[in-house]
């Protein structure tokens, strides 16, 4: 009776290798996962911002693995589709001070402080004026800079909107640099943005290129300050950040004041309007003669936000791992000998940080017709966190069937939580009517865009699960598995 147990196992053993080897599983690794997350996220890359350096050989070395794998150039030129972007450098030495009565404090980028991507370069010591949400809507009949005098001086404002409307009507965006230019044009020279003190987790001192429309100020330095720092430049109202949120969100009128503090600020950025980036494409042709002129698109966006001052932004969760789970699914399809039925796109995107740039690109220059892509996967933040979420469900219900079975029978690490839409680089193609899904982890997060976001803080073991469940769902698709469904909006 042993022996014939042990048999049974051997057996089941081998149609398990035998299963592996037919969809090319066994070539998914979380080693390789996590040393390409290494390579991408090391001090080499510097951040990986769309536009610099550090990206571009980031991108060679995507395009150098693509070749190596064989993968069919499927860009403008080779692997590359090329296009322009918006581009801050931010060298040293950067300064930022505060001045209170006789007491001079320095503080410390990374810790104390940050600046905006999109800083201007200046040098100064000025007073200080805090002009609440840095909102100038006469309209609404709500103006943070009516009956104060900021000519010549710093603004401290709160970086979000308020959490309450006017007349029912919304604030619109007031991206950093809307509220930027609303201070300039009110004759400031620098703006200190600072969270909002009550929420119950205020956003911490993150790197961030998203940074809205208008022309860039150059001149106009741009930090993004902690509240304890704010509090000090503060102190002599006798008021704390939270007392002057809370009164203004009591009353919902503005309460911008003087600060008797002045600020000293010192930031040197190059900023070039167009400069050169481009997303990284490659294809495996399928092999079914009708078939093979429909598409799966699997990405990912393979830019960060760069580093200031030597202050260093990794991005191992964002985006080098949906970077290297890119590469290892393609790896899996060729190495495993795989011959999809449907011709797979791989395509590592430039510009997500900034507003989803490349994903757009790709999307607006594909010329076969939007009916063409059956599917498209979207990979972002996909190593570190405690189990697997699957996005844009609801408005791809069986394109999500597909990865939710798959998880139940192979992996069982996979929420029934999703939503519709799009999200992040799958945006673009949802609304071209496109179905996508969108894998992610959840508690993804406690990193997200500071420089904590490093390959050692990933949980390899999640990682290589929801790889192989993002290449088993494409592989059902590209085999031909799934017929495109209308997307829901």
């Given at each position: 009776?042993?022996?014939?147990?042990?048999?049974?196992?051997?057996?089941?053993?081998?149609?398990?290798?035998?299963?592996?080897?037919?969809?090319?599983?066994?070539?998914?690794?979380?080693?390789?996962?996590?040393?390409?997350?290494?390579i991408?996220?090391?001090?080499?890359?510097d951040?990986?911002?769309?536009?610099?350096?550090?990206?571009?050989?980031a991108?060679?070395?995507i395009?150098?693995?693509?070749?190596?794998?064989?993968?069919?150039p499927a860009?403008?030129?080779?692997?590359?589709q090329?296009f322009?972007?918006?581009?801050?450098?931010?060298?040293?030495?950067?300064?930022?001070k505060?001045?209170?009565?006789?007491?001079?404090?320095?503080?410390?980028?990374?810790?104390?402080?940050?600046?905006?991507?999109?800083?201007?370069?200046?040098?100064?010591?000025?007073?200080?004026?805090?002009?609440?949400?840095?909102?100038?809507?006469?309209?609404?009949?709500?103006?943070?800079?009516?009956?104060?005098?900021?000519?010549?001086?710093?603004?401290?404002v709160?970086?979000?909107?308020?959490?309450?409307?006017?007349?029912?009507k919304?604030?619109?965006?007031?991206?950093?640099?809307?509220?930027?230019?609303?201070?300039?044009?009110?004759?400031?020279?620098?703006?200190?943005?600072?969270?909002?003190?009550?929420?119950?987790?205020p956003?911490?001192?993150?790197?961030?290129?998203?940074?809205?429309?208008?022309?860039?100020?150059?001149?106009?330095?741009?930090?993004?300050?902690?509240?304890?720092?704010?509090?000090?430049?503060?102190?002599?109202?006798?008021?704390?950040?939270?007392?002057?949120?809370?009164?203004?969100?009591?009353?919902?009128?503005?309460?911008?004041?003087?600060?008797?503090t002045?600020?000293?600020?010192?930031?040197?950025?190059?900023?070039?309007?167009?400069?050169?980036?481009?997303n990284?494409?490659?294809m495996?042709?399928?092999?079914?003669?009708?078939?093979k002129?429909?598409?799966?698109?699997?990405?990912?966006?393979?830019?960060?936000v760069?580093?200031?001052?030597?202050?260093?932004?990794?991005?191992?969760?964002?985006?080098a791992?949906?970077?290297?789970?890119?590469?290892?699914?393609?790896?899996?399809?060729?190495?495993?000998?795989?011959?999809?039925?449907?011709?797979?796109?791989?395509?590592?995107?430039?510009?997500?940080?900034?507003g989803?740039?490349?994903a757009?690109?790709f999307?607006?220059?594909?010329?076969?017709?939007?009916?063409?892509i059956?599917?498209?996967l979207?990979?972002?933040?996909?190593?570190?966190?405690?189990?697997?979420?699957?996005?844009n469900?609801?408005?791809?219900?069986?394109?999500?069937?597909i990865?939710?079975?798959?998880?139940?029978t192979?992996?069982?690490s996979?929420v029934?939580?999703?939503?519709?839409?799009?999200?992040?680089?799958?945006?673009p193609?949802?609304?071209?009517?496109?179905?996508?899904?969108?894998f992610?982890?959840?508690?993804?997060?406690?990193?997200?865009?500071?420089?904590?976001?490093?390959?050692?803080?990933?949980?390899?073991?999640?990682?290589?699960?929801?790889?192989?469940?993002?290449?088993?769902?494409?592989?059902?698709?590209?085999?031909?598995?799934?017929?495109?469904?209308?997307?829901l909006?």
């Amino acid at each position: 009776m042993k022996s014939f147990f042990l048999a049974a196992q051997i057996f089941i053993i081998a149609i398990s290798i035998s299963a592996q080897s037919l969809t090319g599983l066994s070539e998914i690794n979380k080693e390789d996962l996590i040393k390409n997350v290494g390579i991408l996220s090391s001090p080499d890359f510097d951040g990986r911002l769309a536009g610099s350096e550090g990206y571009n050989k980031a991108a060679n070395f995507i395009a150098n693995k693509f070749s190596e794998l064989g993968l069919k150039p499927a860009g403008d030129e080779k692997y590359f589709q090329y296009f322009n972007i918006e581009y801050n450098k931010i060298d040293s030495p950067v300064v930022f001070k505060a001045i209170v009565a006789s007491d001079t404090t320095t503080y410390q980028l990374g810790k104390d402080f940050v600046l905006r991507g999109f800083t201007g370069s200046n040098n100064f010591t000025l007073p200080v004026v805090f002009c609440g949400y840095g909102i100038s809507r006469p309209d609404l009949n709500y103006d943070d800079y009516a009956g104060i005098n900021v000519k010549n001086k710093i603004v401290m404002v709160f970086k979000q909107n308020p959490k309450w409307k006017i007349n029912n009507k919304d604030w619109g965006t007031n991206y950093p640099r809307e509220k930027s230019l609303i201070a300039k044009k009110h004759g400031a020279k620098g703006i200190l943005f600072v969270s909002l003190p009550t929420d119950k987790k205020p956003q911490p001192l993150i790197g961030s290129v998203l940074h809205g429309d208008g022309e860039q100020p150059l001149d106009f330095p741009q930090l993004q300050i902690s509240i304890k720092a704010a509090d000090n430049l503060l102190s002599r109202t006798g008021l704390t950040l939270s007392d002057f949120q809370t009164k203004i969100d009591e009353k919902e009128k503005p309460l911008s004041t003087v600060l008797m503090t002045k600020a000293v600020i010192r930031v040197k950025a190059d900023y070039t309007k167009d400069a050169k980036t481009m997303n990284v494409v490659g294809m495996i042709e399928g092999s079914d003669p009708n078939l093979k002129n429909e598409y799966v698109v699997i990405g990912a966006h393979l830019d960060h936000v760069g580093s200031q001052a030597g202050l260093l932004f990794p991005g191992a969760n964002d985006n080098a791992s949906g970077s290297s789970a890119v590469l290892e699914i393609a790896k899996a399809f060729v190495q495993g000998g795989l011959k999809p039925k449907r011709s797979v796109i791989f395509a590592l995107f430039a510009g997500e940080e900034q507003g989803l740039y490349g994903a757009k690109y790709f999307v607006n220059s594909w010329k076969k017709g939007y009916d063409k892509i059956t599917a498209m996967l979207n990979l972002d933040c996909v190593g570190y966190g405690d189990s697997i979420q699957v996005g844009n469900g609801k408005s791809a219900p069986k394109l999500w069937d597909i990865a939710n079975q798959i998880d139940k029978t192979s992996f069982n690490s996979m929420v029934e939580k999703t939503w519709n839409g799009g999200g992040a680089d799958a945006t673009p193609f949802h609304e071209k009517g496109i179905p996508c899904l969108y894998f992610v982890t959840t508690n993804s997060y406690e990193h997200l865009h500071l420089p904590s976001d490093k390959v050692e803080t990933l949980n390899p073991v999640l990682f290589e699960k929801l790889v192989k469940l993002a290449h088993l769902t494409a592989l059902e698709i590209a085999n031909g598995n799934y017929k495109r469904e209308s997307v829901l909006k």
